[in-house]
């Protein structure tokens, strides 16, 4: 998602609380966790456990209710949830993501 950076679609307190709060992380694009494929490997399912032990972490899985992210982040949109999580830790672990057209080549 080229034009959507993690501070405009992922709240800063997830960010805070998922340590990518830093511009390394948070002035990057989001990336997309609506087409996943992982290769079953010790390290593919340490980031799935990894992503679903922060998704159950309301303080990170949901919109937050105040005005903050508007003064912290001016392009804040909204909250994406799951896909901020996927985002962010992607980034952290230094892995690579295909294209959308690699992606659209694999599955034909």
């Not at 034009?3 to 307190?13: H, I, L, M, P, V």
């Not at 994406?80 to 295909?98: N, T």
Request: proline fraction near 4%.
């Amino acid at each position: 998602l080229k034009c959507c950076t993690e501070s405009d679609w992922t709240s800063a307190k997830a960010l805070r609380r998922l340590g990518g709060d830093g511009y390394a992380i948070a002035d990057l694009p989001q990336l997309g966790a609506y087409f996943v494929i992982l290769r079953k490997t010790t390290t593919a399912l340490a980031f799935v456990e990894d992503w679903l032990r922060y998704a159950e972490d309301p303080e990170i899985l949901m919109e937050p209710t105040d005005t903050a992210n508007m003064f912290q982040a001016p392009g804040y949109q909204r909250h994406m949830a799951d896909q901020s999580i996927f985002s962010v830790l992607f980034k952290q672990r230094g892995f690579e993501a295909m294209s959308l057209e690699e992606g659209h080549r694999a599955v034909q």
